[in-house]
């Protein structure tokens, strides 16, 4: 049996540690979908199942009007009442194109609850997926 490296020993407590606190989140996670702050403070997350589908969440997210976005995870992450596991946040960028400049623009914060069985495939207020 070989021996696992420390990130190999990280991931597998934090899935365990994931697995036994989502379910905890399924009973609040729909009620959240249909307030206007979703997704946009951190006692209303945006829940997802785990790592994987954070990176796929936000990599289809897009503004409104279909302006491709990226988000930067903002420092550690918070407990909030109500909520079993950590809620992350991430600021939000586009790029703007000049004509002798590309910028990053910052456009707010997205809060993410990994702690979660299920994905929501809901973009927050003025946000959208974009599938391709």
């Known amino acids: 049996m070989t021996e696992l490296n420390?990130?190999?020993?990280a991931l597998r407590i934090y899935e365990c540690q994931r697995k036994e606190l989502a379910g905890r989140n399924d009973s609040i996670l729909k009620k959240f979908v249909r307030d206007p702050k979703y997704g946009l403070v951190p006692d209303k997350p945006v829940f997802l199942d785990g790592i994987e589908e954070t990176s796929r969440f936000l990599?289809?997210?897009?503004?409104?009007?279909?302006?491709?976005?990226?988000?930067?995870?903002?420092?550690?992450?918070?407990r909030i009442s109500g909520i079993a596991g950590l809620v992350d946040c991430?600021?939000?960028f586009?790029?703007?194109?000049?004509?002798?400049?590309?910028?990053?623009?910052?456009?707010?914060?997205?809060?993410i609850c990994e702690y979660s069985n299920?994905?929501?495939?809901?973009?927050?207020?003025?946000?959208?997926?974009?599938?391709?």
């Not at 420390?6 to 020993?9: A, I, L, V, Y």
């Not at 586009?94 to 707010?108: L, W």
């Open 6 to 9: 420390d990130r190999e020993q």
């Open 59 to 78: 990599e289809s997210l897009t503004t409104s009007d279909g302006t491709k976005v990226y988000g930067v995870r903002n420092g550690e992450a918070s």
């Open 90 to 92: 991430y600021v939000m």
């Open 94 to 111: 586009y790029k703007k194109k000049g004509i002798f400049f590309k910028k990053d623009i910052r456009i707010g914060r997205i809060y």
């Open 118 to 132: 299920k994905t929501v495939w809901q973009a927050p207020r003025g946000y959208s997926l974009d599938f391709l």
